[in-house]
C-alpha cells in the first residue's frame, strides 16, 4: 500500500526534483535527472567532495532499517549542492527500500501555516483510498486530521494558538509518521529549513526529540546565519544527540578539475582549473554555470583562456546577484558600487569616500553586504565571486561610474597610491574641465614611459587632451606623439605635427623635429624626413644645444639608411661630436676596406664618450660602431657595449635606444650560438608589432634575428605567421635596416623549397645594397650556403660554385673570420674532393679559437660529410659527433639532425642523443687515448702496446666519437676528468 502511495508521490514531486537538477548538470550525461520511477535500474549522481556525506546518509539510512531513527543536518550557502545532496540521498534510500517523503521550504511561503508538513503528507494521503487513509490517521494520528481537512477553510489557514491545540497537531503528526513507518522505514527530506514556517519547525523539533526506535530518517538542509525565530528553531534541532551535522565546503582544486573534465572533455591546464576555481569560489551550482558559458562560447580548456573566464558572467549567476543587490538598502548598494570601482584597491576608508558616506555609516553597509553573501570578512574589501563585481559595475550609469572613479582618483592620490592606479580611475571619468586631472594624467605619463609601458602613456595622455583645460595643447601633443611613437602607434606622426606647428619655444621645436624625424622614418617617409631634420635650428653661437645635435645625427642615420644618399649628402654635423667616427666606420665596412681599419674605427667611436646627446634616438652612435665592430670579429667586446647601451638607455627611459641595443645584441647573440637567448629577446621586441604599426629600426632587425632562430629550429611554418602577423611578409621599406630581414626572408623562402622566390629576393636585395653601399661582409655568412644550394638545383652547380667563389674572395679581402669560414664552408662542399676538404680544414682551424659557435658547428658536421664521402669513416665520425653535440648544445635542431643522419652513413648504429649519454672507453680506446694525449704519434703508441697502427687509428677514432671531439689537440681537455690508466706510464717522444 505504501509503496502504492509513494508512486503517486513521485509523480507529484517529479518536477520540483528536475527543476532542482536542472542546476546540477554534472549529471548529464551520466544519468536523467528526473527520480527513476520504482522498478528502474538506479543510476549513480556524480557528487563531487561528498564522500562524508553521503556517509551519513549511510547509516542514517542503516539506522532506519534497523528500526531506529536517525537526523542529519546539511548547511551551505547557496549553490552550495544542497538540493543535489538530497537528490543523491533519496536515490540511496530507495535503493534500500526506505519510503521516501519530500518538501522544499520558499522564502514566500514562510508566512503560511503548515505549508512545509503538508507538502511531506498531503499526497500520501489524498492519493490513498478513503480506507487508507483512515488507517494512516488511525488512533493518535488523527489529532493531525484538521490541518489536512481541506473542507474547513479558515482551520487550513491558521495554527492552533493555544498550547494544548498546538500539542494535539504535533503529537498526530508524530503518529502519522510512525504509522507510515509501520510498513518500511521512511525518509523524511525537507529543502531549504531555514524558509520553513514556524509550525512545519515546530514539528520537525517535536519529532526530532522522539525519532529513537521509530524507524524514521530525517534529512534537512539549511543556510548559514539563518535570522528570527528560524534560527531558535533549528539550533534547537540541531542541539538532539541524534543530530549529525555537516557543512557542505567549497570544492577544490581536484573537484573543479574534475568537473571540467566531465563537462568540457579532456584534462583541463592548471591555470583554467585556477581560473574557474577563483571565478566559482568553488560554488557548485557557479561552477555549473561557468562551464555551460564556456561551452555555449566555444572556450575551451586550455591555458589561453585563463584570463578570459574571470571576465565570465553566466546569466542565471548574475539574475540572481542582481536580485539580492537591489533588495539591499541604498547605502549597501553605494558601497557596493564602490567595492566594484575600486577594485584592489578597496580599503575601507577609498570605499566609503567613493560612496560619499561616513566612516559608520559604511561600516553598516558592510556588514549587510556580508549578510547577503556578496563580501567578504576582512579588509579590504572583496566580493566573493568575481561575478558580483561585473554585474553590480555592469549595472550603474555612466555618469554615476564616471563620479564614482572621480573620487575614487581623489582619495587614491590623497593617501600616495601610485600615480598608475589613480590614472586609471581618471580614465574612467567623462572629459570636463578638470587641470588637476590634466596634471595627475601627464605625471602619470611619465612614469609610464619609465617603465617601458608607453601604450599606457598613450591611453593616459589621451584623456588628457580630451579635457577641454588641456585641448591643443602642445606640449601634450608632443608628450602623447612622443609616447605614441615609442607605442608604435602611426597616429604620432599626426600628432607630432600639430604640436610642431602649434609651438615656437626654440628647444621643443628641436625635439618634435627629432620625434617627427624618427617617425616619419619609421613609415618609410625618409625624403620628409630628411627635409625636416635639414631645417636650420636655435640660432646659438656655440651651435651646441644637445637636441639640435641629436636632429643633426639622426639626419646623418637617415641619409646613410635611405635609398638614394651617399656619404656626400650627408648634413656638415660637429666636429666635436663621435658621428663622424661611426659613419666612417660603416662607410669603411661597405667599401670593403680591411678588417682592421674598420675596427679601429669602431672602436674609436665607442671610446668617445661625447657620442650622447641625452635625446632618445634609435641608431646611437655607440650601437652603430658596436654593430660594426662585432661584423669584424669582435663579438664579445661588441656584445658587451650593446649590453651596457641598453642597459643605460633602460635606466634612462631611452626605450628607442634600449630597443634597438636589444636588437642588434640579438645579432651577436645567434652569430655566437646563445639561440634561445637571441629568439626571447627578439620575441619581445615584436611582441607589440602588428601589421598596421610603425616600423621602428628594432622591428626589421628583430624580426631578422627571429627568423633565422626559427630556421634553425625547424620552425618554418611559425616564421612564416611570425612575419605575416608583423606585417613584414609583403615589399620592405626600401632603406638598409631591411637588408637583415630580406636576408632572413630569402633563406626562409629556399628552406620553403620556394628557390625562384629566394633567390629573386637575394639578386634584388645584393643589387639595391651594392648600389647603395648598404652591403656587409658577415650577411653572406647567412644566405650562401642556402643560396649556392638554391643555385645548384635551379641553374646548375656552377652558377652556384660561381657565387661562392666570388663571396670567398671578397670576404679574404675583408679578412674577418666568420665571414671567411663560411664562404670556405660553402665553397668547400660544393668543390668536394680533396680541394674541398682543404677549404673545409681551413674553415675549421679559422673558427677553432672564436665564439662563433653555429658557424663551427656548421663547418664540423660539413667537414665530417666531406670525409665520410672520402671513405674516411673514423675521422668523419670524430667531427660529425663534435659538430652534433655542438648543435645540441646551441639548440640548432636541423643541423644536430643533419649530423645524426651523416654519423648513421658514417656506420654509428646508435646515435646517442647528447653528451650526458656518451658511452665510456674501453680499456684499449682509453690506454690509446692517454698515450696520444700526451704527444706520443700513431707509430710510437702502436710500438708500446705492442699493436699495429691500424689497431691505434681506430681505437682513436673510436675515442673521438665517444669523447665527441674532432681532433687530437682536444683530447687533453676531453680525457681531463679521467686519470691515465693504472699503472701505465707514458713515454715521451724522442
Avoid at 557542505?248 to 573534465?261: H, S, W
Wanted: proline share 5%.
Amino acid at each position: 500500500m505504501c509503496h502504492d502511495r509513494q508512486d503517486h508521490n513521485r509523480k507529484a514531486t517529479h518536477q520540483k526534483g528536475a527543476d532542482s537538477l536542472r542546476a546540477f548538470p554534472f549529471l548529464e550525461p551520466f544519468q536523467s535527472l528526473d527520480f527513476p520511477p520504482r522498478g528502474v535500474a538506479m543510476q549513480e549522481f556524480l557528487l563531487l567532495e561528498r564522500d562524508r556525506e553521503m556517509d551519513l546518509i549511510r547509516a542514517g539510512v542503516r539506522q532506519a532499517r534497523g528500526g531506529d531513527g536517525a537526523f542529519v543536518v546539511f548547511e551551505g550557502g547557496r549553490g552550495a549542492g544542497k538540493t543535489l545532496l538530497l537528490a543523491a540521498a533519496r536515490q540511496e534510500a530507495e535503493k534500500e527500500g526506505l519510503q521516501v517523503l519530500q518538501a522544499r521550504a520558499g522564502a514566500l511561503e514562510r508566512g503560511f501555516a503548515w505549508v512545509v508538513v503538508r507538502q511531506l503528507f498531503e499526497h500520501c494521503l489524498n492519493a490513498t483510498g478513503r480506507t487508507d487513509q483512515d488507517d494512516l490517521l488511525a488512533g493518535p494520528a488523527a489529532l493531525a486530521g484538521s490541518i489536512f481537512d481541506y473542507a474547513d477553510p479558515d482551520g487550513i489557514s491558521s495554527t492552533p494558538q493555544e498550547d494544548g491545540g498546538l500539542y494535539r497537531v504535533l503529537h498526530g503528526l508524530y503518529w502519522l509518521c510512525r504509522n507510515l513507518s509501520a510498513s518500511a522505514p521512511l525518509m523524511l527530506l525537507i529543502d531549504d529549513a531555514h524558509y520553513s514556517d514556524t509550525a512545519s519547525l515546530r514539528f520537525v523539533n517535536y519529532l526530532v526529540n522522539r525519532l529513537e526506535g521509530s524507524g524514521v530518517l530525517l534529512v534537512l538542509t539549511s543556510a548559514p546565519d539563518v535570522p528570527g525565530e528560524a534560527q531558535e528553531l533549528l539550533l534547537s534541532a540541531s542541539r538532539s544527540p541524534l543530530a549529525r551535522h555537516a557543512v557542505l565546503d567549497p570544492l577544490g582544486r581536484d573537484a573543479v578539475r574534475e568537473a571540467i573534465t566531465v563537462r568540457l572533455g579532456g584534462t583541463p591546464h592548471d591555470d583554467v582549473t585556477e581560473a574557474c576555481l577563483v571565478a566559482s569560489h568553488g560554488n557548485p551550482s557557479h561552477l555549473t554555470e561557468l562551464l555551460d558559458e564556456m561551452r555555449r562560447r566555444g572556450i575551451t580548456a586550455e591555458q589561453p583562456a585563463a584570463d578570459e573566464i574571470l571576465s565570465l558572467a553566466p546569466a542565471r549567476i548574475a539574475k540572481e546577484v542582481a536580485s539580492r543587490f537591489q533588495q539591499l538598502p541604498p547605502s549597501a548598494r553605494g558601497l557596493a558600487e564602490a567595492v566594484a570601482v575600486l577594485g584592489d584597491d578597496a580599503d575601507p576608508r577609498h570605499c566609503a569616500a567613493t560612496a560619499a558616506l561616513d566612516n559608520g555609516v559604511a561600516h553598516d553597509a558592510a556588514n549587510a553586504l556580508r549578510e547577503a553573501d556578496l563580501l567578504n570578512p576582512g579588509v579590504p574589501y572583496t566580493f566573493r565571486r568575481p561575478v558580483v563585481r561585473q554585474v553590480v559595475y555592469a549595472q550603474m550609469s555612466a555618469d554615476a561610474r564616471s563620479r564614482a572613479h572621480r573620487r575614487s582618483a581623489h582619495s587614491l592620490h590623497t593617501a600616495g597610491v601610485d600615480l598608475a592606479t589613480v590614472a586609471e580611475h581618471l580614465c574612467r571619468t567623462e572629459p570636463a574641465c578638470d587641470a588637476w586631472t590634466v596634471r595627475t594624467l601627464r605625471a602619470a605619463a611619465v612614469e609610464a614611459m619609465r617603465r617601458a609601458s608607453p601604450a599606457d602613456a598613450t591611453r593616459y595622455l589621451r584623456r588628457a587632451l580630451a579635457d577641454s583645460s588641456a585641448e591643443h595643447d602642445p606640449w601634450i601633443l608632443g608628450q602623447l606623439g612622443s609616447a605614441e611613437l615609442r607605442a608604435r602607434q602611426s597616429s604620432a606622426i599626426e600628432h607630432l605635427r600639430e604640436a610642431l606647428r602649434r609651438t615656437h619655444e626654440p628647444a621643443f621645436r628641436s625635439r618634435l623635429r627629432l620625434e617627427l624625424g624618427l617617425a616619419l622614418t619609421a613609415s618609410g617617409r625618409y625624403d620628409e624626413a630628411l627635409t625636416l631634420l635639414a631645417e636650420p635650428g636655435p640660432a646659438r653661437p656655440d651651435g651646441n644645444e644637445p637636441a639640435e645635435q641629436a636632429v643633426r645625427s639622426m639626419a646623418a642615420v637617415v641619409a646613410r639608411i635611405a635609398p638614394g644618399r651617399r656619404a656626400s649628402t650627408l648634413p656638415r654635423l660637429p666636429t666635436a661630436t663621435a658621428a663622424p667616427r661611426a659613419h666612417a666606420a660603416i662607410e669603411a665596412l661597405s667599401r670593403g676596406r680591411p678588417v682592421h681599419r674598420v675596427a679601429r674605427l669602431a672602436a674609436a667611436a665607442i671610446a668617445d664618450e661625447a657620442a650622447s646627446y641625452g635625446e632618445d634616438t634609435e641608431l646611437t652612435d655607440t650601437a652603430v660602431a658596436a654593430w660594426t665592430l662585432a661584423q669584424c670579429d669582435e663579438a664579445e667586446q661588441a656584445e658587451k657595449v650593446l649590453r651596457e647601451a641598453a642597459r643605460k638607455a633602460s635606466d634612462a627611459g631611452q626605450l628607442l635606444a634600449a630597443a634597438t641595443a636589444t636588437s642588434l645584441l640579438g645579432g651577436v647573440l645567434l652569430d655566437t650560438g646563445r639561440l634561445a637567448e637571441a629568439e626571447a629577446g627578439a620575441r619581445r621586441l615584436l611582441q607589440q608589432q602588428e601589421c598596421c604599426s610603425l616600423t621602428l629600426a628594432c622591428v626589421p632587425l628583430a624580426a631578422a634575428v627571429l627568423t633565422h632562430c626559427l630556421i634553425e629550429t625547424d620552425q618554418l611554418q611559425e616564421a612564416e605567421d611570425t612575419l605575416c602577423r608583423t606585417g613584414l611578409t609583403g615589399p620592405l621599406p626600401q632603406s638598409a635596416l631591411s637588408v637583415p630581414l630580406r636576408i632572413a626572408r630569402v633563406r626562409l623562402r629556399i628552406r620553403q623549397d620556394r628557390f625562384e622566390d629566394g633567390l629573386r629576393e637575394l639578386t634584388e636585395c645584393r643589387d639595391q645594397a651594392g648600389q647603395e653601399g648598404w652591403l656587409y661582409p658577415s650577411a653572406s655568412s647567412e644566405y650562401l650556403s642556402d643560396a649556392a644550394r638554391a643555385l645548384a638545383i635551379t641553374t646548375g652547380p656552377r652558377a652556384a660554385r660561381k657565387l661562392a667563389a666570388d663571396v670567398t674572395e671578397r670576404a679574404r679581402a675583408f679578412g674577418a673570420v666568420r665571414p671567411l669560414a663560411a664562404a670556405l664552408r660553402t665553397h668547400g662542399e660544393i668543390a668536394g674532393g680533396e680541394e674541398g676538404l682543404e677549404m673545409l680544414e681551413n674553415a675549421d682551424r679559422l673558427l677553432a679559437p672564436t665564439p662563433y659557435l653555429l658557424e663551427r658547428a656548421r663547418v664540423l658536421v660539413a667537414l665530417g660529410a666531406a670525409l665520410r664521402r672520402q671513405g674516411r669513416r673514423g675521422a668523419a665520425r670524430g667531427r660529425l659527433t663534435a659538430g652534433m653535440d655542438m648543435a645540441q648544445a646551441i639548440g640548432a635542431s636541423v643541423l644536430e639532425d643533419t649530423a645524426r643522419a651523416e654519423l648513421r652513413l658514417a656506420g654509428v648504429r646508435q646515435v646517442r642523443s647528447g653528451p650526458q649519454q656518451r658511452a665510456p672507453l674501453t680499456p684499449a680506446e682509453e690506454r690509446v687515448a692517454h698515450k696520444a694525449a700526451a704527444g706520443l704519434s700513431n707509430r710510437e703508441i702502436s710500438q708500446a702496446l705492442f699493436v699495429t697502427v691500424k689497431t691505434v687509428e681506430w681505437h682513436l677514432s673510436q675515442a673521438y666519437a665517444k669523447l665527441g671531439i674532432a681532433k687530437r689537440a682536444e683530447l687533453t681537455r676531453a680525457l681531463a676528468t679521467g686519470p691515465a690508466p693504472h699503472g701505465e706510464t707514458v713515454p715521451r717522444s724522442a
